[in-house]
């Protein structure tokens, strides 16, 4: 499969947990995007990297957020100390760069923080 | 706040017949606009995407309509079937990366 794919697709946590996901895009993609969706709600932009380069960050993504994207290919999302308020999808998305900008999304990672 | 205004949030429609999802934006930069499909606990996969230089793309049973000067752009489903019963977000791109998505429309196909 050639697509873009995440770990865990389920996570549950306590309250004051870190958790960590990870993403694996498309081989040739060199952009690699982390949104987060609520119930009822479309994706909203967390951050994203060119390569190995983390270029931007919503201020959605608040400190306890850290993403990396070490050798620009998997990417990993972690979340320290944990509140109620994080539960969501988190996605991953990747594409190449301009002018073929088709963002193609992987199944996600849902949390659930108790 | 919401940059891609859509609607309607949820649809009916009988075996066979046409869907339509409308969106609005207001940012002139926007020059990228696709649409996703999404079934629950799935991830959104992209169905099909225009560029404001053109007015209509169509992709089999999928067809985008886009009025610039309004700035408005549409999704028709003919001959909806109940495999298209999922949610719907249209969504708008810049220059930069970040896709700006509408809320969605949860479509269900009767048989």
């Known amino acids: 499969d050639t697509g873009v794919s995440q770990d865990p697709r389920h996570k549950i946590t306590k309250r004051g947990q870190n958790v960590t996901f990870r993403c694996d895009p498309i081989?040739?993609?060199?952009?690699l995007y982390w949104y987060r969706q609520t119930l009822g709600q479309g994706p909203e932009f967390l951050t994203y990297?060119?390569?190995?380069?983390?270029?931007?960050k919503s201020r959605l993504l608040s400190d306890r957020f850290s993403a990396e994207r070490p050798k620009g290919s998997f990417s990993t999302l972690e979340i320290q100390r944990t509140e109620q308020g994080d539960s969501a999808m988190y996605l991953c998305?990747?594409?190449?760069?301009?002018?073929?900008?088709?963002?193609?999304f992987g199944p996600g990672t849902r949390l659930t923080v108790l | 706040q919401q940059q891609v205004k859509q609607s309607p949030q949820s649809l009916i429609v009988q075996k066979g017949g046409i869907s339509i999802i409308n969106c609005a934006y207001e940012?002139?930069?926007?020059?990228?606009f696709p649409w996703y499909q999404q079934f629950p606990g799935k991830g959104p996969a992209l169905l099909i995407a225009?560029?404001?230089?053109?007015s209509e793309k169509k992709e089999g049973r999928f067809t985008i309509s886009f009025n610039k000067s309004a700035k408005q752009f549409s999704l028709h489903i003919m001959d909806s079937q109940p495999g298209d019963s999922a949610t719907y977000f249209c969504?708008?791109?810049?220059?930069?990366?970040?896709?700006?998505f509408g809320k969605g429309t949860s479509l269900l196909v009767t048989p």
């Open positions: 998305a990747s594409s190449l760069v301009a002018p073929l900008r088709e963002q193609f």
């Open positions: 081989s040739e993609h060199n952009r």
């Open positions: 990297f060119q390569n190995e380069a983390q270029l931007e």
């Open positions: 940012n002139t930069a926007f020059d990228y």
């Open positions: 225009i560029r404001p230089d053109v």
């Open positions: 969504a708008a791109l810049n220059s930069g990366y970040a896709l700006n």
